[in-house]
């Protein structure tokens, strides 16, 4: 079936550590997004792609790199720089960036800082 | 910059009757999308509806229905109906047509269903 599979449903790092988050899409879809969810904050943009090769900073960054080297998987990678990562995590995609379509999501990374 | 409010952080409705949800938000912008999006204690989003801002008409969706008031910039969900599967977070979503990248969302709205 065709969808958003991100992994590992939860995930524990230790202070200082990088840690990867991994988000897979067999949609064909072009655009890519990486979301943060903290309680009564609702969803944060932190990186976006629009396309292969390329990506854009979103509203909360810092602390956070990606890659899109592949049309089908735009991994996230938390850095020892990200001062507070316990968070809930969502991956989505959307067809065409231009394209009036909605998102799509993964079911979501679960990080804890121990 | 555009930003999306709603004013309600928990709301409650009673089995079989009708809720609304309230969403406003903030663009200079003439053309864009608006969404409600679902997302149960399975934490997974779930696209509920949606609205062109250059259509009148309201979208309906079986039994989600909103109130698009374009002047206003007011775009609330009415759930008619409640079902106990219908208990979740509930987030209003704002994305511009012109640029077309990121989608903005509200803090979202907790709705327990009362059996």
């Known amino acids: 079936d065709g969808g958003i599979t991100q992994s590992p449903k939860y995930l524990f790092r230790k202070e200082g550590q990088n840690v990867t988050l991994s988000c897979e899409q067999n949609?064909?879809?072009?655009?890519m997004y990486w979301y943060r969810q903290d309680p009564g904050q609702g969803l944060r943009l932190i990186y976006y792609s629009q396309i292969v090769n390329d990506f854009q900073k979103g509203d909360i960054a810092e602390g956070y790199s990606v890659s899109r080297e592949k049309k089908e998987s735009f991994p996230l990678t938390v850095t020892s720089a990200q001062k507070n990562p316990t968070a809930f995590y969502l991956c989505?995609?959307?067809?065409?960036?231009?394209?009036?379509?909605?998102?799509?999501f993964g079911q979501g990374t679960r990080l804890t800082v121990v | 910059a555009q930003t999306v409010t709603q004013s309600q952080p928990e709301m409650s409705v009673q089995e079989a009757e009708t809720v609304t949800l309230s969403c406003t938000y903030d663009t200079s912008e003439s053309d864009y999308y608006l969404f409600w999006y679902k997302q149960p204690p399975s934490r997974q989003m779930i696209l509920v509806i949606r609205?062109?801002?250059?259509?009148?008409q309201n979208a309906t969706e079986n039994r989600f229905s909103v109130n698009f008031q374009k002047a206003a910039k007011s775009f609330s969900l009415k759930i008619s109906d409640s079902q106990l599967g219908d208990a979740a977070m509930y987030f209003c979503a704002y994305r511009s047509a012109i640029r077309n990248d990121k989608v903005i969302f509200g803090p979202g709205t907790s709705l327990s269903v009362i059996p």
């Open positions: 989505a995609s959307r067809r065409g960036a231009r394209e009036n379509t909605e998102a799509f």
């Open positions: 949609l064909n879809h072009d655009a």
């Open positions: 609205q062109e801002a250059y259509k009148q």
